[in-house]
């Protein structure tokens, strides 16, 4: 039913304790085992380290040897200078934006000219082919000595 090969292969990818296989394969598959289990962890470690970092900061502020007034007050100049110092790079941001999507605008604005000039000279040169050769056309009809009798 099974091939002996076939045979000797653990279930589920895992040696049993007592398998003289186990050893031989053993830091191979606890390494692959070890980075499977571990890869989502880096998430959960800098959240805690972010978490962790806010904690100590707020306790640091509390513990201080300072009035928590003047604390407070310090906390709050900080926030009113970090919101201030945010809306200013907000602002920037937005008007290099505005002054990019205009540069691009106007950009395409001009090749759209282009283009359109190039396809009027194009059809004025069209149209001039078309009357040379109505024109050639006419004369070649009216010519009596262009004209074989069959």
Not at 51 to 77: D, F, Y
Not at 112 to 124: F, I, T
Request: glycine share 6%; with cysteine.
């Amino acid at each position: 039913m099974f091939a002996p090969e076939q045979q000797s292969k653990p279930l589920f990818g895992r040696f049993p304790q007592n398998c003289p296989e186990r050893s031989k394969h053993m830091d191979t598959k606890n390494q692959e085992v070890e980075f499977v289990e571990q890869s989502g962890r880096p998430l959960t470690f800098f959240t805690g380290l972010v978490i962790g970092s806010m904690v100590g900061a707020v306790t640091m502020l509390l513990m201080a040897p300072q009035p928590g007034e003047k604390t407070r007050t310090e906390l709050q100049s900080g926030a009113l200078e970090l919101r201030d110092r945010t809306a200013a790079t907000v602002k920037d941001t937005l008007t290099q934006v505005k002054a990019k999507a205009n540069q691009i605008k106007e950009d395409v604005q001009i090749k759209a000219q282009d283009l359109g000039h190039q396809g009027q000279e194009l059809l004025v040169k069209q149209l001039d082919n078309v009357s040379h050769a109505a024109e050639a056309g006419k004369k070649a009809i009216q010519d009596p000595s262009s004209h074989t009798v069959v």
